[in-house]
């Protein structure tokens, strides 16, 4: 896991927001989400990066061309790997162990998400 720590640390994101609906009528209809995205400009990297983490967690994460960064004229394409929330709630406590040096600002947002949701790992 200490590299798909890095991994995560240096060209990844943890997304985690609250979208509250427009309904007009109901002021507690929202959800929360919950999302570790790895990125790369190479689609093969991330299949093996996907592979291993099956291979370790049994998880399986989604391969997809980044559709909000088209690349330029003579540029390559940019990818990501992601994992949903239920998948994200299995491995996010394996890639921030309490002792694992790892940049702050990332744990703090899987830190923060677990301690409100009562989450074992966090």
Known sequence: ???????????????NKVYRADTGRRD??????????????????????????????GLVGTVDE?????????RHPFFELEYGKRSSLVLLPLLYPAAAPCLERKRAIWLSYAHRHGVRGG
């Open 1 to 15: 896991m200490p590299l798909a720590r890095g991994l995560l640390d240096g060209d990844g994101s943890i997304l």
């Open 28 to 57: 507690d209809y929202y959800w929360e989400y919950l999302i570790t995205r790895f990125t790369s400009g190479s689609r093969p990297h991330l299949e093996w990066l996907r592979a291993r983490l099956a291979s370790a967690t």
């Open 66 to 74: 980044m559709k909000t960064k088209q690349p330029r004229p003579n």
